[in-house]
């Protein structure tokens, strides 16, 4: 049963952006928990790119997009986002959303399917 879906995703080219959205479904809830967003790139591990907080007022980025992504949230709809700007070819990656908050994946509960960004050069 899928409890969170990521959206957003597709192909760009390098310089270009992407929003990323993240919902909860099937009776769960991201309100009262943190989000967290990582990507995994072919033969890579999967790793982290922004945390935020319940509240939303802490947030956290992997230095390698500092500057460039800015996640969201928005407890009213029970959503969040991740805003890509600037996007490199590196950036290419799947990328998941998660219920938790930090850079640990195991600080993570509900993970997404997650969604394919492509970033060409």
């Known amino acids: 049963q899928v409890h969170v879906v990521e959206s957003g995703g597709g192909l760009v080219q390098a310089g270009g952006s992407l929003r990323l959205s993240c919902a909860a479904s099937g009776g769960e809830t991201f309100s009262t928990y943190g989000m967290g967003w990582f990507r995994q790139a072919p033969g890579k591990e999967r790793e982290f790119v922004a945390t935020?907080?319940?509240?939303?007022?802490?947030?956290d980025y992997a230095d390698f997009v500092k500057g460039r992504f800015t996640i969201s949230r928005d407890n009213a709809k029970d959503t969040g986002a991740l805003q890509m700007n600037s996007l490199k070819p590196e950036d290419t990656a799947v990328y998941y959303c998660?219920?938790?908050?930090?850079?640990?994946?195991?600080?993570?509960?509900?993970w997404g399917q997650g969604t394919q960004v492509t970033v060409s050069s």
């Open positions: 935020i907080s319940w509240t939303g007022e802490t947030v």
């Open positions: 998660a219920r938790g908050y930090g850079y640990r994946r195991s600080n993570y509960d509900l």
